[in-house]
């Protein structure tokens, strides 16, 4: 950050023995390890290096343009995306083979996922609607209605008899699927919500207490945190249960995504390219601030000992 970016260029000169290409790099790149499958990459004078790898398995027929989201069943029998094509599709992960088109948004899909079952579906779009659709046979099981702005995230509590979703109109809310209606607000912040994360919270975070007793249509919110990425440069843990505020933590820049490592280790991706991590029970302080490059961190997902980020370049 701060000094100018470097550009170089990678040729293809031929090929090695055994179909491995013979690969060379313009001033200031040197050339690593070659394989059929990776490139590694380095800058000596900044002592950076990246690996490019090749995809095992491309599908180019599910959508014709960008895809803004998609989620893996539970049984990784199934896929599930969107795109600005302005369709929703649920197809066969082993071949990409389509199975349903789930229509019924008005305006683009934002979000979609699984449930833990792997047979149903969450999604939410610019219309503001929050559907739940059969993945068996594409019906839209039901709708919900109440919030005021395009719905730009969505999270599911435990098994899914709650779900919760976050919109530009500012606030998240909990949604009981069986009755398919609101039961609270969880947060109304007056500034567009662009992600949220449920999870369980460490043991000793003091999670707040709620004014009146929870709704008996109310399953698994006790002991969560909702972590909340707000477009005002704020990532915001509320007690799930209690609507309470736990923490605030101001960044860089917009807060696009968040997730959990942890019941104690959180991360959180800005539009300026920063990815924070956390501890929740002291958030005045990050643990580490991951800095790649100025490209927007537009998703977060625990993986292993890890992480993987995807971001705008």
Same mark, same amino acid.
């Given at each position: +950050?701060?000094?100018?970016?470097?550009?170089? #260029?990678?040729?293809?000169?031929?090929?090695?023995?055994?179909?491995?290409? =013979?690969?060379?790099?313009?001033?200031?790149?040197?050339?690593?390890?070659?394989?059929?499958?990776?490139?590694?990459?380095?800058?000596?004078?900044?002592?950076?290096?990246?690996?490019?790898?090749?995809?095992?398995?491309?599908?180019?027929?599910? %959508?014709?343009?960008?895809?803004? /989201?998609?989620?893996? *069943?539970?049984?990784?029998?199934?896929?599930?995306?969107?795109?600005?094509?302005?369709?929703?599709?649920?197809?066969?992960?082993?071949?990409?083979?389509?199975?349903?088109?789930?229509?019924?948004?008005?305006?683009?899909?934002?979000?979609?996922?699984?449930?833990?079952?792997?047979?149903?579906?969450?999604?939410?779009?610019? =219309?503001?609607?929050?559907?739940?659709?059969?993945?068996?046979?594409?019906?839209?099981?039901?709708?919900?209605?109440?919030?005021?702005?395009?719905?730009?995230?969505?999270?599911?509590?435990?098994?899914?008899?709650?779900?919760?979703?976050?919109?530009? =109109?500012?606030?998240?809310?909990?949604?009981? @699927?069986?009755?398919?209606?609101?039961?609270?607000?969880?947060? =109304? @912040?007056?500034?567009?919500?662009?992600?949220?994360?449920?999870?369980?919270?460490?043991?000793?975070?003091?999670?707040?207490? +709620?004014?009146?007793?929870? #709704?008996?249509?109310?399953?698994?919110?006790?002991?969560?945190?909702?972590?909340?990425?707000?477009?005002?440069?704020?990532?915001?843990?509320?007690?799930?249960?209690?609507?309470?505020?736990?923490?605030?933590?101001?960044?860089?820049?917009?807060?696009? /995504?968040?997730?959990?490592?942890?019941?104690?280790?959180?991360?959180?991706?800005?539009?300026?390219?920063?990815?924070?991590?956390?501890?929740?029970?002291?958030?005045?302080?990050?643990?580490?601030?991951?800095?790649? *490059?100025?490209?927007?961190?537009? #998703?977060?997902?625990? %993986?292993?000992?890890?992480?993987?980020?995807?971001?705008?370049?």
């Amino acid at each position: +950050p701060g000094k100018p970016t470097l550009y170089g #260029s990678v040729t293809r000169r031929g090929l090695r023995s055994q179909g491995v290409p =013979d690969i060379a790099a313009s001033e200031g790149f040197l050339v690593g390890e070659v394989t059929k499958k990776s490139i590694l990459i380095s800058c000596p004078h900044e002592n950076v290096s990246t690996k490019f790898l090749a995809p095992y398995t491309t599908f180019s027929r599910i %959508h014709q343009k960008s895809i803004t /989201c998609l989620d893996i *069943s539970s049984g990784g029998g199934l896929g599930v995306s969107a795109s600005t094509d302005g369709t929703m599709k649920i197809w066969q992960a082993a071949n990409g083979e389509i199975r349903r088109l789930l229509e019924g948004h008005v305006y683009d899909v934002n979000c979609c996922r699984f449930f833990p079952s792997g047979l149903v579906v969450l999604s939410g779009g610019m =219309d503001a609607q929050l559907k739940i659709w059969s993945a068996e046979d594409a019906s839209c099981v039901v709708t919900f209605k109440g919030h005021k702005g395009g719905i730009l995230d969505t999270a599911i509590v435990d098994r899914g008899r709650n779900v919760l979703s976050c919109s530009r =109109d500012g606030t998240a809310r909990l949604w009981d @699927c069986g009755k398919s209606a609101c039961l609270g607000v969880v947060a =109304d @912040c007056g500034s567009p919500i662009n992600g949220i994360a449920a999870g369980t919270a460490d043991d000793s975070l003091n999670l707040g207490t +709620p004014e009146k007793p929870p #709704s008996e249509r109310e399953v698994g919110t006790e002991g969560k945190i909702l972590l909340l990425a707000r477009e005002d440069k704020k990532l915001q843990g509320v007690g799930l249960q209690s609507r309470q505020p736990v923490f605030l933590f101001v960044g860089s820049d917009a807060f696009n /995504c968040c997730t959990f490592l942890s019941s104690t280790y959180i991360l959180a991706g800005t539009q300026d390219g920063n990815i924070y991590q956390l501890d929740v029970r002291n958030t005045s302080t990050p643990i580490q601030v991951i800095h790649r *490059s100025g490209a927007p961190v537009l #998703s977060l997902l625990p %993986h292993r000992d890890g992480f993987i980020a995807s971001q705008g370049n």
